[in-house]
């Protein structure tokens, strides 16, 4: 199969993704709280990707400003993330609305079909995340336009299904229903293809784009994703099964060493009578608040949260956004000829 050949049958696997997101390559950039701001996010769209803002805990003025900053770095589409507990989540929606945002993703919980309907509403396209099954077949008939599919090997807060068991379980049933974005450990081109002839529109990939030229993370930040294996992003460990984690993957450091010694400090108080239940567990959950800005913007990775998925190991230098498209097109077009090859 000649270059010219691969190319044409990759824009085939994934066209329904690149028409869905409006760009050159169905790669949406994963959502990363202070990493996936206006800087990076131009960037991965001016490359042919689709940058996502990450709004976490930001306020609706903030969000705002972000979105009107995004648009000045670039003309091509881009996304924004909304967290669904977040407790101003109708007037994020609505300032996604005021500043024509194309598509709308809601993450971190089951979105309400109020939520939905909302965003829908603003005349976006609504992303959802789906990590079960069960769950894609009610986000679809509450009538999102998309499903991303994350398995445990992404960064961040993450269930506990691999990316492979879910693709298996979602794609063949759902892909010809709505466009399915597949997401966790994909830090090659040679995946993509292989999610792409699954059934996959399309990819989203984070940790691959930390080490961007253009990602305003701090230097200390990105040598740790250099140096790091993919062993070394592990998730948050749970001490007692009646003070519950929520599993976050990051980079073992001294931070992670200690917050095993903090919750059995705070159960010990709770066993000692010195904390109530709600309050320990209050006091464990607390524990990592602001370590990720300590980590990212103020380069503390000792201490602070770094965040990152498995395939961390894969990030070896840092190089501009669009190099590293260049680099997954290349690998996944060589995957495609080398299957021409033995056909």
Excluded at 14 to 20: A, D, I, Y
Excluded at 64 to 87: D, R, S
Excluded at 108 to 126: E, F, Q, Y
Excluded at 175 to 190: C, D, N
Aim: negative net charge.
């Amino acid at each position: 199969m000649t270059a010219m050949a691969s190319l044409g049958r990759l824009d085939r696997l994934w066209q329904r993704g690149r028409e869905f997101l409006g760009t050159d390559y169905a790669i949406m950039g994963g959502a990363m709280s202070w990493v996936s701001e206006r800087h990076l996010v131009a960037a991965i769209s001016n490359a042919g990707g689709f940058g996502v803002i990450a709004c976490g805990s930001m306020e609706p003025a903030r969000l705002a400003e972000e979105i009107i900053a995004t648009q000045a770095l670039t003309a091509k589409p881009f996304g924004v993330n909304l967290i669904t507990m977040h407790p101003q989540l109708d007037e994020l929606i609505d300032v996604c609305g005021a500043n024509h945002v194309s598509h709308i993703v809601l993450a971190g919980g089951l979105p309400s079909a109020a939520a939905i309907k909302r965003a829908k509403d603003t005349g976006a396209k609504v992303v959802c995340f789906a990590p079960a099954l069960v769950l894609a077949k009610k986000l679809a008939r509450s009538g999102v336009d998309a499903l991303v599919i994350e398995g445990a090997e992404a960064g961040g807060h993450i269930g506990p299904v691999s990316t492979s068991v879910l693709a298996q379980e979602i794609l063949p049933v759902m892909a010809e229903q709505l466009p399915i974005f597949v997401a966790g450990g994909i830090g090659r081109g040679e995946a993509i293809v292989g999610y792409l002839e699954m059934g996959a529109a399309g990819v989203q990939l984070g940790t691959r784009f930390v080490c961007a030229e253009e990602c305003v993370a701090h230097p200390n930040f990105k040598q740790a994703f250099i140096k790091a294996a993919a062993r070394d992003a592990v998730p948050t460990t749970q001490v007692d099964p009646a003070f519950p984690v929520i599993p976050v993957r990051a980079l073992a450091n001294e931070g992670t060493k200690r917050f095993i010694e903090f919750q059995h400090e705070i159960i010990t108080r709770y066993r000692t009578g010195e904390l109530e239940q709600k309050d320990a567990q209050l006091e464990i959950e607390h524990y990592w608040a602001g370590a990720l800005r300590r980590a990212v913007i103020d380069g503390d990775v000792e201490l602070g949260s770094v965040m990152a998925g498995q395939s961390v190991g894969m990030v070896s230098k840092i190089q501009p956004c669009a190099e590293i498209f260049v680099e997954l097109l290349d690998q996944a077009q060589s995957a495609l000829a080398a299957r021409q090859g033995l056909s």
